[in-house]
């Protein structure tokens, strides 16, 4: 069984009438490869923030692809208001 075989039938157990996207596999394998740290750190964060934001604006996936990132948003103040600002310039300019 191929790895997006297996993410999709994780997936279906959720939501059954939606595909896996190519986006959302890689996400889930961004993941996996950070699953071995206990937390994101700030520096993280910012290094991924502008993804995060696209994502959540267009897709509105962004909390389930990278769930680290949300986790650390809950957490850490500075890095949410960050991440507000960002997301307020991006919905501005998606508006236009």
């Known amino acids: ?3 997006r075989d297996i993410i999709q039938s994780v997936k279906n157990k959720v939501n ?9 596999v ?6 996996l490869e950070n699953m071995d740290k206990d937390d994101v750190t700030c520096d993280e964060l910012y290094n991924q923030l502008d993804e995060y934001v696209e994502r959540e604006v267009s897709v509105h996936d962004a909390a389930h692809i990278m ?3 949300r986790e650390h948003l809950d957490v850490c103040p500075g890095c949410c208001e960050e991440y507000e600002a960002l997301l307020n310039v991006v919905e501005k300019q998606e508006k236009k």
Do not use: Q
């Open 1 to 3: 069984m191929k790895l």
């Open 26 to 31: 890689l996400g889930f394998l961004r993941v």
């Open 67 to 69: 769930p680290l990132i």
């Open 16 to 24: 059954p009438r939606e595909e896996l996207s190519n986006a959302a």
